[in-house]
């Protein structure tokens, strides 16, 4: 079974940039996507970004799109969410999905697997 964990939230001023990363372990197959999900109190998750297996395909949702950049590496099994020009908005606890098949992960219920989150505070 496939076990993922997120690093690299905190705390940073409006207009700053932070780098997610996650990293998976255990039996992958060549067929899988791997995304992020963002979740603030008292709302539901919300998809942010996905990318396949061969991190030649990426979907963004429109939100983030053109701040944020994700990216893989296959090799090291990494996902990473580059985020730029951070707004008190994307306040947030950040978690990195993952499932095997093709497409990307665009909704919550298409994730096998969710890791523990991580948080990232933008302040004003």
């Known amino acids: 079974q496939v076990q993922v964990v997120e690093s690299g939230g905190g705390l940073v001023q409006a207009g700053g940039s932070l780098r997610l990363s996650c990293a998976a372990s255990g039996r992958m197959y060549s067929n899988y996507a791997m995304g992020w999900f963002r979740q603030a109190p008292g709302k539901e998750r919300e998809f942010v970004a996905t990318i396949n297996w061969s991190g030649t395909s990426a979907l963004y949702g429109d939100s983030v799109k053109g701040r944020f950049t994700i990216s893989s590496d296959t090799a090291k099994k990494r996902v990473y969410l580059q985020m730029n020009n951070l707004k008190p908005e994307d306040t947030a606890i950040y978690y990195c999905?993952?499932?095997?098949?093709?497409?990307?992960?665009?909704?919550?219920?298409?994730?096998?697997?969710w890791g523990q989150g991580t948080q990232v505070t933008v302040s004003s």
């Open positions: 999905a993952f499932r095997l098949g093709y497409g990307g992960i665009t909704t919550a219920t298409a994730s096998d697997t």
